[in-house]
């Protein structure tokens, strides 16, 4: 239990610190001008998305049982990877260098 709840908290951390550099990307792809509809995409998109995902995903467990759960969440897991590389080719040079 303890293993559990330790790892509960570095992915607490991860989630939290990777978030705030998901928002801010939103500015990265979206013209000034229509940054609140990027904005109001981006949080209907994602929230609905923690929505929907747990109904899913219990359906799989349902129907096939834990381990495709849990292979069905690596896949969509893994899928970020390749997706994250080609956002990151669309992000302006500007929003990739840090500011210090």
């Not at 550099?21 to 929230?47: D, I, K, N």
Request: no cysteine.
């Amino acid at each position: 239990m303890a293993l559990a709840i330790g790892l509960a908290v570095i992915f607490g951390f991860a989630l939290n610190g990777t978030s705030s550099v998901l928002y801010a990307a939103v500015a990265g792809f979206v013209p000034e001008a229509r940054r609140g509809r990027g904005y109001g995409l981006y949080y209907t998109g994602t929230q609905s998305a923690a929505a929907v995902a747990p109904l899913g995903y219990g359906f799989v467990a349902d129907q096939f049982g834990l381990s495709w759960t849990f292979l069905v969440m690596a896949t969509f897991t893994a899928l970020i990877v390749p997706l994250a590389l080609t956002s990151r080719r669309r992000l302006p040079d500007s929003s990739l260098s840090s500011s210090a």
